[in-house]
């Protein structure tokens, strides 16, 4: 009987995978650890946990399996249609561009990539300023509360309890991606000082490349990084951004928009959670609580593609 309960994957490099695996067992779901290529062969979903997005990217491209790393099968995995969850660093793993990348790695931040997004990495500061605050929920999928006794268990609640720790957020979304949460937040100094830069340089219709400032997955080179941005008014052909060694298939070559800065304040409405086919983002961490509303949902999208 336990066979026909969805088996899920839960990355198991590093972060918080032992938390997933928790509330994922809790809905009802066989889990896994995956840290090779060859774990992913029987699984039906896979979640990309919080923690250090660089030091999983290093440790996920070194990590090789009969002539496979599990960034390469990770990246193949996305491609399927079984579902995919990346929370907080699992989330700017699969964004196609990143913003605040480390500078100390060669070519920046190794993004699998999958999800049409623009992430800020640390967006709401450092560890000493990680919080909780009340984030949208997810689209209702039942009684999922850990909470038996409770008559009012929180299955009609709107609200979710976010936990944010070095939480980066989402900038901008493609048309594709179905945004499920917002947030109001003022974004930490160094990531304010990383949106003016970026803000200015969309303005002066600057092209950048390989200059640490936004990481935007090339899917032409594989697992190789290029840095593009922009303009608002760029109305160059698909013809000359082939030429001149930028077209991403149509979607990295998106023009970025910005959220902007409240009056007398630097707080801005970004985004923290998104959905587009059968990959799921959020940029806090629904396994540190125990509302496994989240879990649920995701579970659900597991299930409902078998």
């Given amino acids: 009987m336990s066979e026909s309960k969805p088996l899920i994957g839960v990355l198991a490099l590093q972060g918080a995978f032992e938390e997933h695996q928790k509330c994922l067992e809790a809905v ?16 039906d979903g896979i979640v990309l946990p919080g923690g250090e ?22 990246k193949e995995f996305t491609e399927t249609n079984k579902p995919v969850w990346g929370t907080c660093a699992g989330m700017i793993l699969l964004a196609e561009r990143c913003v605040g990348a480390s500078a100390v790695i060669e070519n920046g931040q190794s993004l699998i990539g999958g999800m049409d997004i623009l992430v800020c990495r640390n967006y709401f500061g450092s560890q000493v300023s990680s919080f909780e605050m009340a984030t949208p929920a997810p689209p209702s999928v039942g009684n999922n509360n850990n909470d038996d006794n409770n008559d009012d268990d929180g299955a009609n609640d709107t609200t979710y309890p976010g936990v944010f720790i070095r939480a980066p957020a989402i900038l901008d979304a493609g048309k594709d991606v179905q945004v499920l949460g917002k947030v109001v937040a003022t974004p930490c100094r160094q990531a304010a000082v990383v949106l003016n830069e970026l803000e200015a340089k969309i303005k002066n219709g600057e092209k950048v490349v390989q200059m640490g ?29 082939k030429k001149e ?42 396994e540190l609580t125990e509302d496994y509303r989240w879990h649920a949902y995701f579970a659900k999208m597991v299930a409902d593609s078998k």
């Avoid at 491209?61 to 990770?74: D, F, M, P, R, Y």
């Avoid at 990481?215 to 160059?236: F, I, N």
């Fill in 53 to 74: 997005s660089t030091a999983m990217g290093l440790i996920g491209t070194g990590s090789v399996h009969e002539g496979k790393n599990v960034w390469e099968a990770l």
């Fill in 245 to 286: 060694g930028t077209d991403h298939g149509g979607e990295s070559g998106m023009t970025i928009s910005l959220p902007g800065a409240s009056d007398g304040s630097n707080a801005r409405e970004v985004i923290c959670a998104v959905q587009k086919n059968h990959i799921l983002c959020t940029a806090f961490h629904p």
């Fill in 28 to 43: 009802g779901c066989r889990t896994k650890q995956i840290r090779t290529a060859g774990d992913m062969e029987d699984i």
């Fill in 213 to 241: 400032v936004v990481d935007a997955l090339d899917r032409d080179q594989g697992l190789h990084y290029k840095v593009v941005v922009k303009p608002h008014d760029d109305e160059s052909s698909p013809e000359e951004e």
